[in-house]
């Protein structure tokens, strides 16, 4: 028996927390009833329907794609608002389910993965692989050393948790713009716009360089390409190792060094009696 998201993921319905909010929604029935989340199924037997039309189970053939995604296009499969806005989705002429790996909001550009493999997208875009991502970052004006060190240092406060150390290099400083090459190791929603503008700096160009392994290359704007097989190679590697090195640390032991005894609690002082023997009040 497998988590139901993920057959589904492995189906090419979506990437795995795509299909999460799928299950909650109440778009998916097993056996013919609504299913949850924590559902468990068995793929050869059960049968699983999505939007009223049913999958299968079995392994599509997996695609990988590297797109470098323009100015004006949303990282999403539609348009939730309905306003004729172009969709990453759109830019590809292929068949299938096909998803994106890590957002840019509409004004950024850059590298952007695209696959059907739920798997492997969903251990590329959690947290606890810390996959790093790297910038190229145009800010209006000039940035002090004492911000540039504040932003690398981490611990600035953001969708009510502290961001974690992030790797800055200035590579041009003017008195109207400076050039940045900024590496995180977690994507939260416009967070190096809104780390810029907490430090006093607008954003005047932002383009997402490398995802992991793959770099965004010569690839021009709104050109897509398949990943070489040892791009996809590369790729499964570093989840195999990241996903290692994140296992949890031992519980911490508590010991007493032999011969130090252990400290005695004072004596409780009986209470004082009285000449006919009774408690004494005070």
């Not at 993921?9 to 299909?19: F, K, L, M, N």
């Not at 992030?166 to 400076?178: D, G, L, N, P, S």
């Not at 392994?213 to 990943?227: E, F, K």
Request: net charge positive; glycine share 10%; with cysteine.
């Amino acid at each position: 028996m497998e988590r139901l998201q993920k057959v589904m993921a492995h189906a090419g319905v979506a990437s795995r927390r795509e299909c999460e909010k799928l299950i909650e929604q109440g778009r998916v029935k097993v056996n013919g009833r609504v299913a949850k989340l924590g559902t468990k199924v068995d793929p050869s037997q059960d049968s699983i329907e999505v939007n009223g039309r049913v999958i299968t189970a079995a392994q599509p053939e997996f695609v990988y794609i590297a797109m470098n995604k323009p100015k004006g296009v949303i990282s999403s499969l539609e348009d939730e608002l309905n306003r004729g806005r172009k969709t990453v989705r759109d830019m590809i002429p292929l068949p299938g389910h096909l998803y994106p790996v890590g957002r840019l909001d509409k004004q950024s550009e850059g590298l952007i993965l695209m696959t059907n493999d739920g798997d492997l997208a969903h251990k590329l875009t959690h947290p606890r692989y810390g996959h790093k991502k790297r910038y190229h970052v145009v800010l209006e004006g000039m940035i002090s050393d004492q911000s540039v060190q504040k932003w690398a240092r981490g611990g600035m406060p953001l969708d009510g948790r502290m961001t974690i150390p992030a790797e800055i290099e200035v590579i041009r400083r003017q008195k109207t713009f400076t050039q940045l090459k900024v590496t995180l190791q977690e994507g939260r929603k416009r967070q190096i716009r809104r780390i810029a503008n907490m430090l006093g700096h607008g954003v005047k160009e932002l383009v997402r360089e490398q995802i992991g392994p793959i770099s965004l290359g010569n690839l021009a704007s709104g050109q897509w390409r398949h990943l070489r097989d040892d791009e996809v190679k590369a790729l499964r590697e570093s989840v195999k190792e990241k996903g290692a090195k994140k296992r949890r640390p031992p519980k911490k032991t508590f010991y007493r060094p032999k011969g130090l005894k252990k400290p005695q609690q004072p004596e409780e002082r009986k209470p004082r009696r009285g000449k006919r023997g009774k408690q004494s009040r005070r």
